[in-house]
């Protein structure tokens, strides 16, 4: 499963709330309406975003740090994993428990940073990413 990510695509609605068909739009192009159409279209944010500088730092995964001077961690699972534009708006499910960017979890964790690839913990000052499923 190293195939990319695949998004569904855009389904607007038409005019009394029913979806935009082949039909529709070519009947709306053909009213002069098909500028008007493609520019309600917003672009998704989170998609066409220039990612976050800190997006891109380099960090061990879970699997690459060395735990052997470190009290053993618990068992991590990343169950659900939702990034967002907006931080606020950004949750994970670790463990099947919820959390927000800058919530302490069990064990001395805390969850620094929710990004596009997984999620940035820190364990006594150990810094690592627990990497969404791909």
Known sequence: M???????????A???????????KGAHAA?????SARSAQARDPVLTA???????EVLPTLGE????SQPALPDLHLDVHVFAAKPADR???????????GTAL??????????RDG??????????????QQ
């Open 2 to 12: 190293d195939a990319a990510p695949v998004y569904a695509p855009e389904i607007t």
């Open 14 to 24: 038409g005019s009394g709330g029913a979806p935009v068909t082949a039909a529709s």
């Open 31 to 35: 009213a002069g309406g098909a500028s």
């Open 50 to 56: 220039a990612p976050d500088p800190s997006d891109q």
């Open 65 to 68: 740090i060395d735990l052997s």
């Open 91 to 101: 949750f994970v499910f670790i463990n099947m428990q919820k959390y927000r960017e």
């Open 106 to 115: 069990a064990d001395g964790l805390t969850l620094e940073r929710i990004r």
């Open 119 to 132: 999620v940035v913990l820190n364990y006594h000052g150990l810094r690592f990413v627990l990497p969404r």
